[in-house]
């Protein structure tokens, strides 16, 4: 069974630039959310969907990310612009369900804003 | 607003010695959820734990939850090097929404 895929896994760019990420969930899971860790923390939630409706983006810096779920399967994020404190890794993960359920995680994308 | 925290943040032991990583949470919750992150890498799930009193085993690796206390333990039992990673906790609940908060992290270091 394939993963969560993720892509870029790297990408640099300078601030006030604007950079998107790409997720695909495993196939059959109807809820995916998007984590943002820096270095030394533990995830944090910014956004969840289930299918293609949105569950929780109480932490989502709406002034300047957004995220969308197309068909209920691939997503996307995107920040625009960037600043220096958004340096960090940004999670995909999916779920069969949201309560109980377990999470797979992709392999992330490295964000280093200059 | 939900608070997870582990002790210890950061942890060294050698190898064939037991140790316990400890995860509190500050609200009503019967769900929680362990990872492992090795350096430079995702994260891997390692147990879901779904009521009061529920244990779960895997290898060296043995994990507890007692809701009443908001306490999960990860118990590590006569430690490899292999074991070595980061290892996180995390709760959900709902309140108004649904919530997943992950924990602060214990990274462990095991020595030969």
């Known amino acids: 069974e394939a993963g969560v895929a993720q892509s870029p896994r790297y990408k640099i760019i300078e601030k006030r630039q604007s950079v998107a990420f790409w997720c695909n969930p495993i196939?059959?899971?109807?809820?995916l959310y998007w984590y943002q860790q820096i270095l030394g923390q533990g995830p944090k939630l910014l956004i969840q969907?289930?299918?293609?409706?949105?569950?929780?983006d109480s932490q989502l810096p709406k002034d300047r990310f957004s995220a969308e779920r197309l068909k209920g399967v691939d997503s996307t994020l995107k920040i625009q612009p960037a600043k220096l404190e958004d340096s960090a890794v940004y999670l995909c993960?999916?779920?069969?369900?949201?309560?109980?359920?377990?999470?797979?995680f992709g392999p992330g994308t490295r964000l280093t804003v200059t | 607003e939900l608070k997870v925290e582990q002790n210890p943040l950061f942890l060294s032991m050698q190898e064939g010695k037991n140790y316990t990583i400890y995860c509190n949470y500050s609200?009503?919750?019967?769900?929680l959820y362990w990872y492992r992150q090795d350096p430079g890498k995702s994260l891997e799930s390692l147990f879901v734990?779904?009521?009061?009193?529920a244990v779960k085993q895997e290898g060296r690796l043995m994990a507890s939850l007692d809701t009443k206390a908001r306490l999960s333990t990860l118990h590590i039992t006569a430690a490899v090097h292999d074991l070595s990673a980061t290892y996180f906790c995390?709760?959900?609940?709902?309140?108004?929404?649904?919530?997943?908060?992950f924990g602060t992290g214990t990274r462990l270091k095991v020595l030969a």
């Open positions: 969907f289930q299918n293609n409706g949105v569950v929780d």
């Open positions: 993960a999916s779920s069969f369900g949201t309560v109980g359920y377990e999470q797979y």
């Open positions: 196939s059959g899971h109807a809820t």
């Open positions: 609200t009503t919750s019967d769900r």
């Open positions: 995390a709760v959900d609940y709902t309140s108004g929404t649904y919530k997943y908060i």
């Open positions: 734990l779904l009521s009061n009193g």
